[in-house]
């Protein structure tokens, strides 16, 4: 089973996130039918997500969304502290020339934003937060991002490894922060160890799991587990309901205008891809709905 192992310093200052996030890239680039460019920058973002959900709260959710004006178009991704996620990408066959033999992710991105969504229960409108995209290679705008917005410096580290044919062999990453109140000692300490590190793709080629992966960054500083008992999974939570009430969302007039077309609706899931049929005689309930609501 595959889970995000998380750790804090002894002195509580650093904490962490590692994970082996191969099977829900792998799953959410099949659903996507995403090409070798595609499939790199939603493996990572995917990756992020997941490392960064898991430092919140029981059913909190993060969502990034990268808005670039490269040929990749948007990337979406989203996770829950109990490692469900899912995402999308626009234009997931785009590509670009490689740059010095690899994968151009900032090119496929180009230069534009990304809002990290924080959503909790029963809570009506979620917290967003916007950046620029400062490298549009994923890893370092969420870095940038967790500064910028949330005052924490970090250390982020996210890769994929594609086979020659451009399937996902694997994908991993890590997220080290610096809680508010570290002292110089602790922050020199970590940057020494930071910048010893071997490269991630290297660890991840070797078939390294979350505990080296964390230990190349955190070297001798002492790390200690916490329990985060959830598998991570690709699942899509959309719904006929959901479907529905994003219609009712659009508002009355164009649910009026959807009514006077006399036709059923089909709703792609952008996620998973499932159609939901959303019939006149349903879309002539929701519009009776406003009229009771008035
Ligand atoms: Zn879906």
């Keep these: 089973m595959q889970r995000v192992f998380r750790f804090y310093s002894d002195d509580l200052f650093i904490r962490a996130t590692s994970v082996i996030s191969t099977p829900v890239v792998k799953a959410m680039c099949e659903v996507q039918k995403t090409g070798p460019l595609a499939t790199m920058a939603l493996g990572r973002a995917v990756t992020g997500a997941v490392l960064m959900a898991a430092q919140l709260r029981d059913k909190q959710v993060v969502g990034l969304h990268f808005r670039g004006n490269g040929p990749l178009g948007s990337v ?41 969504i924080r959503s909790q229960p029963f809570e009506k409108a979620p917290h967003i937060g916007t950046v620029e995209l400062i ?13 910028q917005s949330l005052q924490i410096p970090s250390v982020i580290s996210l890769g994929v490894i594609l086979s020659p044919t451009g399937e996902v062999e694997v994908a991993g990453g890590v997220l080290i922060e610096l809680m508010p109140g570290a002292t110089e000692g602790v922050i020199s300490s970590l940057e020494a160890s930071v910048a010893s590190a071997a490269s991630l793709s290297k660890l991840l080629a070797e078939g390294k799991g979350p505990d080296a992966l964390l230990k190349n960054y955190t070297g001798s500083i002492k790390m200690n587990p916490i329990e985060h008992p959830y598998e991570i999974k690709y699942s899509c939570r959309c ?12 508002g009355r007039e164009e649910v009026q205008n959807m009514v006077d077309e006399r036709r059923d609706f089909e709703v792609r899931c952008e996620f998973c891809g499932r159609t939901y049929l959303i019939g006149l005689t349903r879309l002539e309930e929701i519009l009776a709905g406003f009229a009771q609501m008035n």
């Excluded at 995402?87 to 066959?93: K, L």
């Excluded at 719904?239 to 659009?250: K, P, Y």
């Design 135 to 147: 490298s549009s290679e994923i890893g370092d705008d969420i870095a940038y991002y967790l500064h």
């Design 239 to 250: 719904s006929a309901d959901r479907v529905e009430r994003s219609i009712t969302m659009l």
């Design 76 to 116: 979406y991704t989203e996770a829950s502290y109990e490692g469900e996620c899912r995402g999308w990408v626009d234009q997931p066959d785009a590509s670009v020339p490689l740059k010095d033999g690899r994968i151009d992710v900032a090119s496929g991105l180009g230069i534009g934003l990304l809002n990290v």
